[in-house]
């Protein structure tokens, strides 16, 4: 599966953004769907990730109740719907897909990446 994630920018602290990915090539419905980050100088860390069905979610710690992951299966898009972003938000963000495993953390988990959307976040 291919994937296209957008939606990245420059914005100031307290705005929002919302990342889109969009999968092409496969059956996306099949395919549980995550968003990572990686920070300049730091390894990549999970953000959150959503089932095939889109009836779990999970996120972590530092962004729940800011970030909304959902996914539109017709449109073999998900998203990213960040709110109240802060400075430490900012990195690049990528959009990954599995078929199986359960570690949702594990980037190693993942077999199918895009290329990364830069979001920074201003003081």
């Known amino acids: 599966v291919q994937l296209q994630a957008s939606g990245g920018g420059l914005v100031q602290a307290g705005d929002s953004l919302r990342l889109s990915c969009a999968a092409s090539?496969?059956?996306?419905?099949?395919?549980?769907m995550a968003w990572f980050r990686q920070a300049p100088g730091k390894e990549r860390e999970f953000v959150a990730g959503?089932?095939?069905?889109?009836?779990?979610?999970v996120y972590v710690d530092s962004v729940k109740g800011r970030f909304t992951i959902s996914r539109y299966n017709a449109k073999t898009t998900v998203y990213l719907q960040m709110n109240s972003l802060n400075p430490e938000d900012t990195a690049v963000y990528y959009c990954?897909?599995?078929?199986?495993?359960?570690?949702?953390?594990?980037?190693?988990?993942?077999?199918?990446w895009g290329r990364g959307t830069q979001v920074t976040v201003s003081s």
């Open positions: 990954a897909a599995r078929l199986s495993g359960s570690r949702w953390k594990d980037p190693i988990e993942y077999a199918y």
């Open positions: 959503v089932s095939s069905t889109g009836s779990f979610t």
């Open positions: 090539g496969r059956t996306f419905s099949n395919y549980a």
